[in-house]
């Protein structure tokens, strides 16, 4: 099974900060990686597709880029709304697996 | 309003079943193929099981093989998962989500889940 890890496991930043969050797959998964939000109690949010197509109605300070097994989540300018877990999950394959997760913390 | 709505959580003891649903609304149910996701207490997202939007296919990660079953009925717009010989690694926050429609850049379908359920917390214990 494709094996999906995020670094770093977690992250302080503060608000107006640009932070990037990696993740890197065991093999090649070609573009077919997603980035979803989830704060406390709720369920995950879908912010980016294939890699780098935004979501509606997500704001565009969210970005995504890479291809193969590397791959970056970009947020430009933080929000305090945007203090959250972060992961990625490839669908290349059907395990579908998720990364472990990123926890932007406010510094 | 599209939505998802999960129910059948609860405490059951190890070696035990347990049955959820997730009863979907505002969408074309049928059109798509539905995901079970699950998050143990304080731990991160383990993708569980997926069912075609006809039914006609379905798999399931390695840890609930054998144990889990993913069914659904169109006519009602609900997707089940039946569990059985329940451990306690099993415990967690059960989420039903949808596979949008969306495509890469060559045109080829790719699944992400835009729609999730609120979730459901499934206990093992005894």
């Known amino acids: 099974d494709i094996q999906m890890t995020q670094s770093p496991s977690s992250l302080s930043a503060s608000v107006g900060d640009r932070v990037t969050i990696t993740c890197r797959a065991s093999?090649?998964?070609?573009?077919?990686l997603n980035w979803y939000q989830q704060k406390p109690g709720k369920a995950p949010k879908l912010l980016i597709y294939?890699?780098?197509s935004l979501q509606s109605g997500v704001p565009s300070r969210f970005s995504g880029s890479g291809s193969g097994t590397d791959f970056t989540l970009t947020i430009t300018s933080l929000q305090p709304e945007d203090f959250a877990t972060y992961y990625c999950q490839q669908t290349y394959t059907t395990s579908r697996a998720f990364g472990q997760g990123t926890k932007l913390e406010i510094k | 309003e599209v939505q998802l709505v999960e129910s059948g959580g609860g405490l059951v003891q190890p070696g035990g079943s347990l049955r959820l649903s997730c009863a979907a609304s505002g969408f074309s149910f049928s059109s798509y193929t539905m995901h079970w996701v699950r998050q143990a207490p304080g731990k991160g997202l383990e993708y569980v099981s997926a069912?075609?939007?006809?039914?006609?296919?379905?798999d399931y990660a390695n840890s609930v093989r054998g144990r889990f079953t993913i069914s659904r009925d169109n006519s009602k717009n609900t997707v089940d998962l039946q569990m059985g010989s329940l451990r306690p690694e099993d415990m967690a926050v059960y989420y039903c989500?949808?596979?949008?429609?969306?495509?890469?850049?060559?045109?080829?379908?790719?699944?992400?889940?835009?729609?999730w359920g609120q979730g459901t917390m499934v206990t093992v214990s005894s």
């Open positions: 093999q090649s998964i070609n573009n077919y």
């Open positions: 069912i075609s939007y006809n039914g006609g296919s379905a």
């Open positions: 989500a949808r596979s949008g429609n969306y495509y890469d850049s060559n045109g080829y379908y790719t699944e992400a889940f835009d729609i």
């Open positions: 294939v890699a780098s």
